[in-house]
């Protein structure tokens, strides 16, 4: 790999510190983590720190970055989401597209999918690692039952991630896209009821490995990792957990 030559290239940002445009970033001393404070799994832990962000009333706890891979290509794609659902057995659940999506071509040919929670104003992270998998259209219709009407109509109008076509002079795409929202207001005028798209729903990833990242001073960081071998689904009892070195 070749080395990066600075000298030849300006640095556009270079050490930023918050709204600062450079200078000493944060220290983060709101809390600790040690080992004896940890539940007994990553389920109990990850839901007792998502109340504490709940409590905190911080803006949209369930925001996470997904991650996937395709294969073979290697190519890592992420996005945010939003966690929907933390099941008993440790499943984590987030809705989408399931047709068109980038994110659907990478769990075609990798199931593997991470999800990351940033809580900075907790000075926390939790990082998951798992296999993910579809749930039943049934499960899925459950949670499309609680959606407004427009977020219904919006998933199935949306071919995600396709490419729109300018439709003529001074339109970027958008004109067929309100084209696609139409036709499914037609399609379902009238109707309260409107069935979840085969190609939208739930996404259930269950972990092999949680990571809770506290910020300490001077980087200094508490992490733990809770890990299990793959497959064990609802086996919650059966994880190994270590310190790891900040």
């Known amino acids: 790999m070749a080395l ?11 050490a ?26 990553p389920t109990i832990q990850f839901n007792t720190w998502f109340s504490e962000a709940q409590a905190s009333r911080l803006s949209q706890p369930e925001a996470c970055a997904l991650s ?23 499943g984590y659940v987030i809705y989408s597209n399931f047709g068109t999506s980038r994110k659907a071509a990478d769990l075609a040919t990798n199931p593997h999918a991470a999800l990351v929670f940033h809580w900075g104003p907790l000075q926390r992270q939790v990082r998951v690692e798992g296999i993910a998998a579809r749930y039943s259209r049934e499960e899925s219709q459950a949670y499309f039952d609680t959606r407004v009407r427009g977020s219904r109509i919006g998933a199935w109008a949306s071919r995600q991630s396709q490419a729109l076509e300018p439709k003529g002079e001074g339109d970027d795409g958008r004109a067929q ?31 092999t490995r949680v990571e809770f990242w506290q910020g300490r001073q001077s980087r200094l960081h508490d992490r733990f990792v809770y890990e299990r071998e793959e497959g064990r689904d609802g086996k919650d009892d059966e994880w190994k957990v270590e310190r790891l070195s900040p």
Not at 4 to 14: D, G, M, V
Not at 178 to 205: H, M, Q, S, T
């Open 177 to 207: 896209l309100e084209e696609w929202v139409a036709e499914a207001e037609k399609k379902f005028e009238g109707e309260e009821e409107i069935p979840v798209p085969e190609f939208w729903g739930g996404l259930r990833i269950v972990p």
């Open 68 to 90: 996937t891979a395709e294969l073979p290509s290697g190519r890592v794609s992420s996005r945010m989401v939003y966690l929907k659902e933390l099941d008993a057995q440790g």
């Open 4 to 14: 990066y030559n600075s000298s030849s290239n300006a640095k556009l940002i270079f």
């Open 16 to 41: 930023p510190a918050g709204s600062s445009p450079h200078g000493q970033a944060e220290q983060f001393t709101k809390s600790t983590l040690s080992k004896s404070q940890l539940l007994a799994s």
